[in-house]
């Protein structure tokens, strides 16, 4: 079964530095999305795309945060100037149509040092 | 504020005994709802519900969804250890297609 792909799976960064987190939605999707997970919280929104923009975005997405589909089959959130607090779990999800289920990848854990 | 609220927060079974998950949803522009299982890593994807009162299922699971009360709730019938995980609800957004989740209900299932 097709399946949202992520890397590294753990990435451990200097505070102050940049980072990029990679994603290979399903292959036929046309929507993906960005979400977050801090330890012990809810899962919560950061960025949806579609057609070569963002679609939605939330408070958290500040300027420090940015997308990108650099080609065909990937997806990728970097964050500029990583914070102690960007520490969580990213997910990427996609989905065929809006109106269809996301499905999600295995996540990346963003520890901030 | 859109706010998605699960109980309960967490649930110990024995093998065999079935169990119901709810959700309940105050949102702006509701399109749809799902359910997700999360064991150690991503949520996978179980039920869709965009419809009150019809009935989704897939084996030991099912789902149904009151539009008008704002809750769904999530059936396990026969548990299983392997039914052991975080069982997620969310509610997909009309506008912006952003998936708004409540905390999740741990379920733990012992032999």
């Known amino acids: 079964e097709p399946e949202v792909t992520q890397t590294p799976s753990h990435q451990v960064t200097q505070m102050g530095q940049e980072v990029i987190l990679r994603c290979v939605p399903i292959?036929?999707?046309?929507?993906f999305y960005w979400y977050r997970q801090i330890l012990g919280q809810k899962v919560e929104f950061l960025v949806s795309?579609?057609?070569?923009?963002?679609?939605?975005k939330s408070e958290i997405f500040d300027d420090q945060f940015s997308v990108e589909r650099p080609d065909g089959s990937n997806f990728t959130l970097k964050i500029r100037s990583t914070k102690l607090e960007d520490s969580a779990m990213y997910f990427c999800a996609s989905s065929s149509t809006e109106n269809q289920p996301q499905h999600f990848g295995d996540g990346t854990r963003l520890s901030i040092l | 504020e859109d706010k998605v609220v699960q109980s309960p927060l967490s649930l110990v079974v024995h093998e065999g005994d079935t169990v119901t998950l709810n959700c309940s949803y105050e949102?702006?522009?509701?399109?749809?709802l799902l359910w997700y299982k999360q064991e150690k890593k991503a949520p996978t994807f179980l039920f869709m519900l965009t419809s009150s009162g019809i009935e989704k299922k897939s084996g030991r699971l099912s789902s149904i969804l009151d539009k008008k009360e704002l809750f769904s709730i999530l059936n396990i019938t026969a548990t299983q250890t392997g039914d052991s995980a975080v069982y997620l609800c969310?509610?997909?957004?009309?506008?912006?297609?952003?998936?708004?989740f409540g905390a999740g209900t741990i379920l733990r299932v012992k032999s």
């Open positions: 949102v702006t522009n509701f399109r749809s």
């Open positions: 795309f579609y057609n070569n923009e963002i679609s939605e």
């Open positions: 292959s036929n999707h046309l929507y």
């Open positions: 969310a509610v997909d957004m009309e506008y912006g297609n952003k998936l708004v």
